[in-house]
């Protein structure tokens, strides 16, 4: 049973909106770019192995938390790509989906990846990351008096990240293997009948918190109105007798001022002024600016001019 879904997540559906706003000869285009393919090919990789799991047909009661996010008493941060709960064990696991030849050297605590050029990338720990909410989740069902290994794996979600020296004996393998592994698991920890892990999986979901990660956005520099789905690059659509219209490919956009809503939510904030939905919607009248406020999920709050507006979650 899943009791958290993986969802996009918010840096990526901002870098999303940005790259679409954002001329491609600014000086960070690229790096946004480069950001946001490789959060979406992460994001598809973690999917990929959600959809495997699926496949397998596990005979007892089980709970899936997908990319986990929480912070410890010391206010760092944990994100767990998915937390597998049964009675045999708690499983953490960290997903990777990256191509190339991957090479790991513990005691200098490096993971590089060779591609085809023969460049050489160097990546984040995996294994220290995950020793690290082993820790965390240690402490907390020792806290809640509960007897459960915690394992921990990093899965990866393509064939084409080759694993070479370095990772012998490591609990890194590819998602094929994951029957193999959950087997083998089962085969060395009894399960635990009088555990109750629905309580536990239910402890770590109110203990969620939605982490931020900031992404500078360089909003003076951004496209701003009512943009074109179909055409793209900063096509600005036409305010005319109550409907959004494209002048170039002739799209009437019904989803436009919504779509632009969330966009602002995004890249902006929370808080909505009229100068600022203005500024972003590309208005020049503050009264059709007020009567297409009227027509969004806004919560108002003061009065005239000190009135302001919330985007309704
Ligand atoms: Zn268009």
Redesign the pocket.
Known sequence: MILLERQTSETQKMLEALVQRLPISHSKYTLYCEHLRRLQAGFAGEQFVDAKWLELDLPFPHYFLHDFQTMNDFGSTHQMDTVFLCPHFVLILEIKNITGKLSYDASFAQLTRTIADDTVEGMTDPFLQLERHVVWMKKLLQKERIDLPVLHAVVLATKNGILTKGFDGLPIFHVAGLRFYLQKWMERHQPRVRVDLLRFANLLLSLQTKLKKEVEVPFKEIVKGVL????GSG?R?KYHYKKWI??????VDRDALIRSLEEYRLLVGQQVTNRSFREFFGIDSPDLAYKLMQQLPLKAEGVKKHRKYWIKE
């Open positions: 074109c789905p179909q055409c096509q659509l494209c002048p170039r490919c002739g799209l």
